[in-house]
């Protein structure tokens, strides 16, 4: 290498992307598994997921509940001792519960599997959902919410999402603590043995893959009486709150205020929304975007400010999210409209648009940097019912859009009256 010579600079929008492709099997029970192998370590990464979100609870609470206490107690384990399990052998199992489907995860050493993987079959079909776990659950949630429902933050972001989907909507519901009150352990054993026992499920496998991790899988999930996913979501129609505008007060001695702005927007499957993806970047979807320029470089009105497309199976929104000093939320929201009406009227010039664009690619690169990134992102279509085609789409998308298209997005969807508005103080 002569170090003389200043390496060649070369764009981001210059690189062809290339996103490994997976390898797919089926257990004995037609359960599919995904498999990304790849990386230098010897780490896995399993991901069950299960058709069990908010959206199939016919009780506010009972599958974001379930999925807690998967690991608070089996009938030959307490939750101490789960949890002790996967901390001798430096394992990290997690639960998480969205509104279509709920994961448990599991990453650990490849050579601990086979000692790890029975007892996430034991927790996903012999949970005992302990009547002293649910009680000290619910104490400890509604104390939580009691805590998060001070800060305008946490109730603005609850109230947004229902005006915009409406509170019988899964994507709008929000928990109260009385409705904690409404459910018993007998719900959430229910609950459990239609959705996890004898639920929907697909596995996602990533890391350095052992030659037996198929069979590892098959015989601990492949005689379950599971059966293979569908990625559909339900069909729920929406209730759009009748005002656009509100002001909540919520803390009287309150100093900022919690400012959203947000509009309907459709899904992944839309012709527009790979175009739009960069128009949010360039809006406010990064450090550099023009919200972050005008309301927090130059008006300091804020410390941050973002927009962001929901990551929705179904019907999704177009979010705005920021906190200012109350005095200074209607300026900010002002300001936020300025921006919108720039992109309706003016050609963004070819350095920015260049600048995005590279942002945005370096970002995918980053994402395909190791096996469960790559397995994220296979994830991420699978479960939206898009495949590879998707992915290279969206990168040609991203290299090719012009400042016109940008504009003509702009003209179609940055329209004050279209969004809602709120702020919390």
């Not at 009780?59 to 002790?84: D, H, P, R, Y």
């Not at 648009?353 to 096996?371: A, F, R």
Request: glycine share 6%.
């Amino acid at each position: 290498m002569d170090r003389s010579i200043t390496p060649l600079i070369k764009d981001a929008i210059e690189f062809e992307l290339k996103l490994k492709p997976y390898q797919q099997f089926t257990l004995a029970n037609g359960v599919n598994v995904f498999a990304i192998d790849a990386g230098a370590q010897d780490v896995l990464q399993v991901e069950l997921v299960f058709n069990a979100g908010n959206n199939f609870e016919k009780i506010k609470g009972v599958a974001g509940t379930t999925n807690a206490l998967l690991k608070n107690g089996t009938s030959t384990k307490t939750a101490f001792q789960l949890n002790e399990h996967f901390e001798y052998y430096g394992a990290y199992c997690n639960r998480g519960c969205y509104n279509e489907t709920a994961v448990v995860s599991l990453s650990a050493l490849a050579k601990h599997f086979e000692v790890l993987l029975p007892v996430v079959k034991e927790m996903i079909t012999d949970s005992i959902f302990n009547e002293d776990e649910f009680t000290i659950y619910k104490q400890n949630t509604k104390q939580r919410l009691c805590v998060s429902l001070t800060k305008s933050d946490f109730v603005a972001s609850r109230l947004i999402d229902a005006y915009l989907f409406g509170e019988n909507h899964p994507y709008g519901a929000y928990i109260n603590a009385e409705d904690l009150d409404k459910f018993t352990t007998a719900d959430l054993k229910n609950y459990f043995n239609e959705f996890y026992v004898n639920g929907n499920c697909v596995i996602f496998v990533s890391g350095k893959l052992p030659d037996n991790i198929f069979e590892l899988l098959n015989d601990n999930f492949g005689k379950l009486s599971l059966t293979a996913a569908n990625y559909q979501t339900l069909s729920i129609e929406r209730e759009l709150a009748t005002e656009k505008k509100y002001r909540i007060q919520n803390d009287v001695n309150g100093v900022q205020g919690s400012i959203r702005i947000a509009r309907e927007f459709p899904n992944r499957h839309h012709p527009d929304f790979m175009n739009i993806m960069v128009l949010n970047t360039l809006f406010g979807g990064y450090f550099g975007s023009r919200l972050m320029s005008n309301i927090r470089e130059d008006k300091g009105y804020t410390y941050g400010i973002h927009s962001y497309i929901q990551n929705h199976i179904g019907s999704t929104a177009w979010m705005i999210s920021t906190d200012a000093g109350k005095e200074v939320c209607e300026a900010t929201i002002e300001e936020v409209y300025k921006e919108m009406q720039l992109l309706r009227e003016e050609l963004v010039d070819e350095e920015e648009l260049m600048l995005v664009k590279n942002y945005l690619i370096g970002t995918i690169l980053g994402d395909l940097d190791g096996p469960f990134q790559i397995m994220g992102r296979w994830k991420n279509l699978l479960l939206n019912n898009l495949d590879e085609n998707y992915f290279y789409q969206s990168v040609n998308a991203i290299k090719t859009i012009t400042a016109e298209e940008i504009r003509e997005l702009a003209k179609k969807y940055l329209n004050p009256s279209d969004f809602y508005e709120l702020v919390v103080v």
